[in-house]
C-alpha cells in the first residue's frame, strides 16, 4: 500500500517561501508520476504541479514561475519549492501518486491513485 506524507505547511506573509515535502513508502517501482494539488475554502481541488517518472513537469497557469517540482528518488521524495508566495495560494495542499502518465495527465486528479492527508498552506497580505 503506497503512503503519502506531506510536511512543511505554515504560515508566512505574502512574498514569502515556503518548500512542501512528500515522503512516499509502500512502492519500490519508480516508474510512478506524482503531483501537488491545492484545495482553497469553498472550491474545488486544483492542480498546482506534477512530474513524471522521466523528470517531465507541468504547472499550473496560476504557479509558473514562482513553483517549481522536483523529487529525490533515492529518499523516495516530493518537493514543492513556492517563492514569491500571495495569499490566493492559502489552501491545504496534497500530494498524489499514480501510474507512469503523459504530460498531459500530470494535473488531472482522476488519474492519480495515493493521496497524502495534506499540509496547510496560510499566506497573509
Known amino acids: 500500500q503506497v503512503q503519502l506524507v506531506e510536511s512543511g505547511g505554515g504560515s508566512v506573509q505574502a512574498g514569502g517561501s515556503l518548500r512542501l515535502s512528500c515522503a512516499a513508502s509502500?512502492?519500490?517501482?519508480?516508474?510512478?508520476?506524482m503531483g501537488w494539488f491545492r484545495q482553497a475554502p469553498g472550491k474545488e481541488r486544483e492542480g498546482v504541479a506534477g512530474i513524471d517518472s522521466d523528470g517531465i513537469t507541468r504547472y499550473a497557469d496560476a504557479v509558473k514561475g514562482r513553483f517549481t517540482i522536483s523529487k529525490d528518488n533515492a529518499k523516495n521524495t516530493l518537493y514543492l519549492q513556492m517563492n514569491s508566495l500571495k495569499s490566493e495560494d492559502t489552501a491545504m495542499y496534497y500530494c498524489a501518486a499514480g501510474p507512469r502518465a503523459g504530460w498531459w495527465l500530470l494535473l488531472t486528479q482522476r488519474w492519480y491513485k495515493y493521496w497524502g492527508q495534506g499540509t496547510q498552506v496560510t499566506v497573509s497580505s
Open positions: 509502500g512502492y519500490t517501482d519508480s516508474n510512478y508520476c
